[in-house]
């Protein structure tokens, strides 16, 4: 079989039209994209946004693919719109090398400038899914949890959920808020909750611990200063003395978080 390939290849060279044989011990991974093959089109890596030039006009720095032949080219603004005060865009360019493994291994900037019929002012920009909104003249991607303009109570449920993300849990975890003063959060949060998936497989039981997470307000957000099952304010109070006790006194020790799916059909395995 090995010689009829080779006989096969040698054809190639000789009769015209008939496909060339790809080069012995040649790997997908080895190819390196050029300027003319066909390219795909695919979103940028959004860097920064300025101001300008002029009042309808933003610049949009990205991390154009680089490290080969074709790897960026056509940079350009797609799919705009603007709707409820904000300026929707996909910020493209086109590639050879996307779609082969290591061929575009690095960036290097690129700037795009997005232009609207009407003074953009402060109005927040999404830009591939991701917004950014103006800020004492200059623009910040706003935050996925608390978005542009966080609460100014850290109390609020928005800032609370912020908080759980931030722990190490489950991504389906929710926390119950115990007490929160605006310096301290203390909060209940399993583990992992859907360890059966979201909704409990049939036969499968969840048997979870919920552990008590006291947290700090920082500039950033709140900040664990002490984990425990435990009632009480003994582990708080030993990583710091002046917690208010009057918030964690009354605490009982968690419970750990429990459920089960529904009983697996009869005549199943366990059933």
């Not at 490290?67 to 086109?94: H, K, M, P, Y």
Request: glycine share 10%.
């Amino acid at each position: 079989m090995r010689r009829l390939a080779t006989v096969l290849c040698l054809l190639t060279a000789i009769v015209p039209g008939v496909a060339a044989c790809a080069a012995p011990q040649t790997r997908p991974e080895d190819a390196v994209p050029s300027a003319s093959a066909a390219a795909g089109t695919y979103q940028a890596e959004v860097s920064g946004v300025t101001p300008g030039p002029g009042v309808r006009a933003v610049t949009v720095q990205v991390k154009a693919l680089a490290g080969g032949d074709g790897c960026s080219r056509n940079l350009r603004v797609d799919n705009q719109t603007e709707e409820n005060g904000v300026i929707f865009a996909d910020i493209v360019e086109e590639s050879a090398g996307s779609a082969i493994v290591d061929a575009c291994p690095t960036s290097e900037p690129a700037e795009v400038t997005l232009t609207s019929a009407e003074p953009i002012g402060d109005r927040p920009l999404t830009l591939n899914q991701k917004t950014w909104a103006l800020r004492s003249g200059a623009y910040s991607r706003c935050d996925e949890t608390l978005g542009c303009k966080p609460p100014e109570d850290r109390c609020d449920p928005t800032w609370t959920r912020a908080a759980v993300r931030g722990l190490d849990v489950s991504r389906h975890s929710q926390g119950h808020v115990e007490a929160c003063d605006g310096n301290w959060l203390i909060m209940t949060v399993p583990d992992d909750p859907t360890s059966c998936g979201v909704e409990p497989r049939p036969g499968c039981a969840v048997d979870t611990a919920v552990r008590r997470y006291f947290l700090r307000n920082e500039p950033a957000g709140w900040s664990t200063a002490a984990r425990t099952t435990s009632g009480g304010c003994g582990a708080i109070i030993k990583a710091a003395p002046t917690f208010p006790r009057k918030l964690c006194a009354k605490l009982k020790p968690t419970v750990r978080f429990v459920t089960a799916g529904p009983p697996l059909p009869t005549g199943q395995p366990g059933g």
